[in-house]
T-cell receptor
Framework: AQSVTQLDSQVPVFEEAPVELRCNYS??????LFWYVQYPNQGLQLLLK??????LVESINGFEAEFNKSQTSFHLRKPSVHISDTAEYFC??????????FGTGTRLLVSP | NAGVTQTPKFQVLKTGQSMTLQCAQD?????MSWYRQDPGMGLRLIHY???????DQGEVPNGYNVSRSTTEDFPLRLLSAAPSQTSVYFC??????????FGPGTRLLVL
């Protein structure tokens, strides 16, 4: 069975500072990896995903994540955050086409 | 193209009552899922479907029933609501599973 660990439940950061949200997973087989974002009172939206190929994946709004197989990690980074990035971020893993396993989430709080 | 829609947005039930949470998608996706979101626990898979007529259990299926008679609809039924089922419920759909599109959620309070 797969599992996902997001060690940081909350990450406070000032606007324009860099941020890293950590995600580690456990699986005995190859995985697909995802980051989803949830803005207040909304559903989840896909931020970026790793399926195969390049281990560095990027989103359209400046986030990136790197798949590290040896460390079983998929940390999310952004070099300069904005107030509008305040949200909850979920890391997820899947081995097949359907069963996503989510982490407990990290709340990113960006202040001026 | 409405994407994934869920009704109702909010519901209050008394213990023992039954209800159906509706989910529909207009993207012709084969895969559909139900998750519940609880504070500090992330999202947990309740049931999923890989096509009309095919459903299977997820991580936390007890107390919930599903059926999939059409590609578009995937209702979630609570036969006898319990306070432990107070949660936010999300429906999701996907073409092959690797990118899931989520609905806006249903907030359920069981008294």
């Amino acid at each position: 069975a797969q599992s996902v660990t997001q060690l940081d439940s909350q990450v406070p950061v000032f606007e324009e500072a860099p941020v890293e949200l950590r995600c580690n997973y456990s699986s005995s087989v190859s995985v697909y990896l995802f980051w989803y974002v949830q803005y207040p009172n909304q559903g989840l939206q896909l931020l970026l995903k790793y399926l195969s190929g390049s281990t560095l994946v990027e989103s359209i709004n400046g986030f990136e994540a790197e798949f590290n197989k040896s460390q079983t990690s998929f940390h999310l980074r952004k070099p300069s955050v904005h107030i509008s990035d305040t949200a909850e971020y979920f890391c997820a893993v899947a081995t097949g086409f359907q069963k996503l396993v989510f982490g407990t989430g990290t709340r990113l709080l960006v202040s001026p | 193209n409405a994407g994934v829609t869920q009704t109702p947005k909010f519901q209050v039930l008394k213990t023992g009552q039954s209800m159906t949470l509706q989910c529909a998608q207009d993207m012709n996706h084969e895969y559909m899922s139900w998750y519940r979101q609880d504070p500090g626990m992330g999202l947990r898979l309740i049931h999923y479907s890989v096509g009309a007529g095919i459903t299977d259990q997820g991580e936390v299926p007890n107390g919930y029933n599903v059926s999939r008679s059409t590609t578009e609809d995937f209702p979630l039924r609570l036969l006898s609501a319990a306070p432990s089922q107070t949660s936010v419920y999300f429906c999701a759909s996907s073409y092959r599973g690797e990118t899931q599109y989520f609905g806006p959620g249903t907030r359920l309070l069981v008294l």
